[in-house]
């Protein structure tokens, strides 16, 4: 074929792909417009998903709900539109920056209630500075409807720069946080391992106490964020309180994994941005357990160089755990001292494997471990090998997926089948897909 028609035929496709695009939206358009559902966007540079698990597990109690999150680009809110049946009663949906469409996809969203957890430093090559962030975040309340609502968090600076663009939509602010002037303030937060997480709400209708799942008292912001959300929407104070309590940690995200007889591991692996380590060294400092390990894979979305990044890491961590263990070659930037090393302070591995074989040689019953690691390292795999046969080692599969459900975990790792898994993440009758949950009451 001449190089003329590849270019044509190229042509070609491109747009009808554009064509197939620009229709998928038109019809996903009119089922929102069409929807009775009320819609919410869940946006912030942490804790969404969590936010949207557990406000769409409280919205089921009164109604069909349908929950997008985890995928939270363009694409996944667009097939999460698709997917509207026209009986839901609400619709919650995560959305992140980072990619491109995010003002098109809150556009789509056109949300009743928009809540904005966070702003802090994240894909920092993309955006340089918080109020770049800030900006990107800030179409979610662009796209409110009038008289929908804002709710924003009222202990960060960046998330309240948007009450004004939210009141120019004629939305009402509602705010969250733990400061004394927030709409529903977060009091008496207590976290400690075993103790799992409970709080107490306060507002303007009076005060909820909340029991949860969660391991470590940073969840207290998603948990209020998700609380606060509910009551607006009118569901009941006690019902609140009782799904809240029934719901469990995302998988790697602070999920637990208890052995019996044997070592109980926290597993935080699913991103490891710098800024949220001090929130994960929080949970082992105020954890009690008779031995401690901290066991660090990675670190994403800082400042500075490695060095200094990986020496301020290790020493905060040395504070707080009897046992501090960095996988990688940066590990050598961790600069523990001759004595650290020769007493057993500080270990490190050249990846999961070997990790693994030192644990399962050297674990003791009821010491705590906590894993931190970005999602496409697969840290928890050390956790999971105390559980099950693991046969599959490979450092870069190529899938940011928990490794929990892969086929491959226990059948062992091959890249045909990897391909295959990665190509039919998002495909739209995979009942797995977290994209396309429906809630039923």
């Known amino acids: 074929m001449a190089r003329s028609d590849k270019n044509r035929d190229a042509a070609l496709r491109v747009a009808v792909r554009k064509v197939k695009r620009a229709l998928k939206r038109r019809i996903a358009l009119r089922r929102r417009r069409r929807s009775p559902a009320k819609f919410v966007g869940v946006t912030g540079s942490s804790a969404k998903s969590t936010t949207v698990t557990l406000l769409s597990h409280v919205l089921a109690s009164q109604g069909p709900t349908r929950m997008q999150v985890f995928y939270n680009s363009y694409f996944p809110v667009l097939e999460s539109m698709l997917q509207l049946k ?76 948007m009450a004004e663009t939210a009141e120019g939509r004629q939305a009402r602010v509602v705010t969250f946080g733990q400061g004394d002037e927030v709409g529903y303030r977060a009091t008496r937060i207590h976290a400690a391992w075993p103790d799992r997480l409970s709080l107490s709400l306060e507002w303007a209708g009076g005060t909820l106490d909340l029991k949860t799942q969660f391991v470590g008292s940073h969840f207290w912001l998603p948990v209020t964020a998700a609380a606060a959300a509910a009551l607006e929407l009118g569901v009941p104070p006690a019902v609140v309180a009782e799904r809240i309590a029934g719901v469990k940690p995302l998988q790697n995200r602070c999920d637990t994994l208890q052995i019996d007889g044997g070592p109980n591991f926290i597993l935080d692996t699913a991103k490891a941005p ?61 600069r523990a001292s001759e004595e650290d090393i020769a007493a057993g302070r500080f270990r490190s591995f050249p990846d999961v494997t070997s990790l693994t074989h030192y644990l399962k040689e050297t674990a003791r019953p009821d010491e705590l471990i906590l894993l931190k690691a970005s999602g496409n390292l697969h840290l928890e795999r050390a956790a999971l090998a105390f559980r099950e046969e693991v046969n599959c080692w490979e450092e870069k599969c190529g899938r940011t997926h928990p490794c929990h459900d892969c086929r491959a975990l226990t059948e062992g790792y091959s890249p045909l089948a990897a391909r295959r898994q990665r190509n039919s993440s998002f495909h739209p009758r995979d009942p797995n897909n977290p994209l396309y949950q429906r809630l039923e009451s």
């Open 86 to 161: 026209g009986d839901e009663a609400f619709s919650v949906n995560e959305l992140g920056a980072g990619t491109e469409g995010f003002g098109a996809a809150a556009q789509m969203i056109g949300p009743d209630l928009a809540i904005v957890t966070m702003i802090s430093m994240e894909h920092r090559s993309i955006y340089k500075t918080e109020d770049n962030i800030t900006r990107e975040k800030a179409q979610l309340v662009e796209a409110l409807r009038p008289g929908g609502i804002a709710l924003l968090n009222g202990d960060d600076p960046q998330a309240m720069t």
């Open 274 to 334: 710098a800024r949220t380590l001090s929130l994960t060294l929080d949970m082992l400092r105020n954890a009690r357990a008779p031995f401690k390990r901290f066991i660090l894979y990675g670190v994403s979305d800082f400042g500075g160089n490695n060095r200094q990044q990986y020496s301020r890491i290790y020493s905060a961590a040395r504070e707080v755990a009897d046992e501090v263990i960095i996988l990688g070659d940066r590990a050598k930037h961790a």
